[in-house]
């Protein structure tokens, strides 16, 4: 069965510490892994895909990294305003682009 | 302008009402997907549609209706309201090429008494 695990469920940081939220998976047949953010009262907004192992995409303080099992969002430096829930999602494999998403990552970053 | 836009975006109702959920989109996008996330869960896929014409169930369809009156609109129905389906409910579209990223709106914010 398709499955998508993140973790930690939540995650408390300092301005300025370095961390990396993990998404791991499984699926039959990686077809994309992409990375979404979401505030408060918002939809989730789209970040990244990852396509193959050893690849790996960069925006601002955010780098994404894929292996043939997981997936870290990696945080440099962190600011407040990158406070917001984090969610990952792995196209499955099928006719269609059906997208399981994992329960994602609250990050608060504190001054 | 919001690409996707949802109304409404707060409704309580009660047991047994029928409720619809509207999403229109400006993006000029063919797929259309409804989803519903819960406190601790993904989000997870009501229904999905690539043309007007062509309506498919998600994994958790039971107790919900759609309709894509055209290519820009697609509507989410609960016939009869049950407390259980009290939820955050999001529209999302994408392009028609395979692993596209899709685009959510704000969603609407769904409680059942």
């Known amino acids: 069965e398709d499955q998508v695990t993140q973790s930690p469920e939540a995650l408390r940081l300092q301005e300025g510490e370095s961390s990396s939220l993990n998404c791991s998976y499984t699926?039959?047949?990686?077809?994309?892994l992409f990375w979404y953010r979401q505030d408060p009262g918002k939809g989730p907004e789209f970040l990244f895909t990852?396509?193959?192992a050893g690849e790996e995409k960069e925006k601002e303080r955010l780098k994404a990294t894929l292996t043939k099992k997981e997936s870290f969002l990696h945080i440099t430096a962190p600011k407040p305003e990158d406070s917001a829930t984090y969610l990952c999602a792995v196209r499955a494999s099928g006719g269609y682009n059906k997208l399981i998403f994992g329960a994602g990552t609250r990050l608060a970053v504190h001054p | 302008d919001a690409d996707v836009t949802q109304t409404p975006r707060n409704r309580i109702t009660k047991t047994g009402k029928r409720i619809m959920l509207e999403c229109s989109q400006t993006k000029g996008h063919d797929r259309m997907y409804w989803y519903r996330q819960d406190p601790g869960l993904g989000l997870r896929l009501i229904y999905y549609s690539f043309d007007v014409k062509d309506i498919n169930k998600g994994e958790i369809s039971d107790g919900y209706s759609v309709s894509r009156q055209a290519q820009a609109k697609f509507s989410l129905s609960l016939e009869s309201a049950i407390p259980n389906q009290t939820a955050l409910y999001f529209c999302?579209?994408?392009?028609?090429?395979?692993?596209?990223?899709?685009?959510f709106g704000d969603g609407t914010r769904l409680s059942i008494l």
């Open positions: 990852l396509y193959s």
């Open positions: 999302a579209t994408s392009e028609g090429t395979a692993g596209q990223p899709q685009h």
């Open positions: 699926v039959s047949g990686l077809r994309g």
